[in-house]
Structures are given as C-alpha cells and as structure tokens.
C-alpha cells in the first residue's frame, strides 16, 4: 500500500512538472525581435518579386513595458491553422497567442486610426483607433499575377454571453496601387468573387451574439483552451490581384480597432505565401 502511494505521489508530481510544457504547447508563440526588414524577407515566397529595402516600414505603437503591436509567430505543436508568419494586431504581441479568457483591450489616446482603412471599410472619418501598419514596395520582372494567405481574428467577435455590443467592425485592408502616385489604392482584403471588404461585419459565424453573415467564411468561436487568445477567427483566406510586369507597387497591410480602441483584432499573415503567377494566354 505504501508503494501503491508513492507511485500516486511520483505521477502526480510528475504531472504537475509537465503540465505548464504541455499548456504550453497548446498555443502560438511569438517573437518581436525581427526586424521589419526580416519580416518581410519571410512573407515573400519566391525570388520573382523584389523587395525595395528602403521602402519597408512599420507604425503604429510602443508600450512603456516595450511590448510591440507587431511580430512573428509559430504555430508550434498548437492546431492553429497557419504554421507561422506575420501578426499584426490591433493590441499587444504578447497577449495573442492562447488561453482564450477575458478580453484583449490594450490601448492608448495617442494610438490613432488610419484614414485609409476607414475609405476601404466605407467608414466615417476618425472612427478608427490603434492602428497598425506595414508596407513596402515591390516590383515583379515577369509576373502579372500575386496572392497570399492570411487569417483574420477578433476579441469583437461575441460568443452569445459576451459583453459587449454588435456594430463594431474592427477590420483590416491589403491595400495596392502603383508607387509613388496619386492612383487610388484597392484593397486586396475582399470576399471571394466580390468588392466586400472582410470584416467583423462582414463575416461572422452561426450561433454567437451577432446576426451571422457569410457564415462559409467563418472559422470557429474560439473556446478558453484554443492556440490564439481572441474570440473567434476567419477560415485562411486569400488575397489576390493581376499586376504589371516591371511596374513597381506600393502594399500597405493595415489594421485597426472601429469604434473605440478596446476589443483588439490580429491579421496573421502566412510565411511564404507572397507569391505569383505568370499567365501565357491560350
């Protein structure tokens, strides 16, 4: 009986020591330490498009703890759908990867919005706050033809208890157009098929707070033990758009919270997935 007792102990103990490893392995993990010009050297997936170098910046905010807005992730041992890459998040890096409990509602008053997000999510001016942004520019010798993938999440994505209220689209756009222009840009951060820009708003799933809406789009509500810490997420998705050859581009990835700065959204943008095509004809 005592060894019966000591082997209970030995388990137990055992257990305990293991658990916060196999938590761990659970959720993302993420990295602020890249630099900008790193990050984006991960998001490209084939040498036919250049970088130009000098182009790639970042803005959003600092906080005083020195946690970033921005950063690279893995999926680790975790069962999140995209193995690792770009987040960008309207809140703080270190908050996102899981448990899934309480809500992310890092802000700050000198955090603003971003007036192109607004135009390309049809909202008014200045109702956008904590914006994030990364762009750069790029040009392709040969090809006509880009795409890459992405996921998008959201704390104001309500499950039926939650607080809070519906309404708000906190959102996000892949904004293009020619460099150094006055052309218009066009957001690659659409419905499939369509000019419907997704948002909160625009894709939400069944059984949650909100009245859904493209449902087909919709990944799943997040439960407390899920591998990110927002409420619900997209399905991966893919943003695509025909270019010209030779012709160099200006990309500017942007996201932000709508209404206030509290219920923070992350765009994971896939490594790799930065790619084209080049189309022959018949």
Not at 87 to 95: I, M, T, V
Not at 170 to 175: E, R
Request: negative net charge; aromatic residues 14%.
């Amino acid at each position: 009986m005592v060894k019966y007792a000591q082997r209970i102990h030995t388990l137990y103990t055992l257990f305990l020591f293991l658990l916060p490893c196999l938590l761990f392995g659970q959720f993302i993990q993420v990295d602020g330490s890249l630099t900008k010009e790193e990050l984006v050297e991960k998001f490209i997936g084939t040498t036919c498009i250049q970088i130009v170098e000098s182009s790639v910046h970042i803005k959003g905010w600092t906080f005083d703890d020195n946690d970033k807005i921005y950063g690279y992730f893995t999926k680790s041992s975790s069962s999140f759908g995209i193995d690792e890459g770009i987040l960008l998040s309207s809140g703080k890096l270190l908050d996102a990867p899981g448990p899934n409990f309480g809500i992310n509602n890092a802000d700050h008053k000198d955090w603003k919005g971003d007036t192109d997000l607004e135009k390309a999510l049809h909202l008014n001016s200045g109702t956008t706050y904590n914006a994030t942004i990364l762009e750069f520019d790029f040009i392709s010798p040969e090809l006509n033809h880009i795409s890459f993938d992405y996921l998008f999440a959201s704390e104001q994505y309500l499950k039926k208890y939650d607080k809070g209220n519906c309404g708000y689209t906190d959102g996000f756009a892949f904004l293009i157009k020619e460099a150094n222009t006055s052309e218009t840009y066009r957001n690659l951060a659409v419905l499939p098929n369509t000019t419907t820009p997704v948002s909160v708003n625009t894709v939400f799933g069944n059984d949650g707070k909100c009245s859904p809406i493209n449902p087909q789009y919709f990944g799943q509500f997040n439960p407390n033990m899920s591998p990110i810490s927002f409420n619900g997420q997209t399905i991966v998705m893919k943003a695509e758009t025909y270019i010209i050859p030779g012709k160099r581009y200006h990309i500017k990835l942007v996201i932000a919270d709508q209404g206030n700065g509290l219920y923070d959204s992350g765009v994971f943008l896939k490594a790799g997935s930065f790619v084209g095509t080049k189309s022959l004809g018949d």
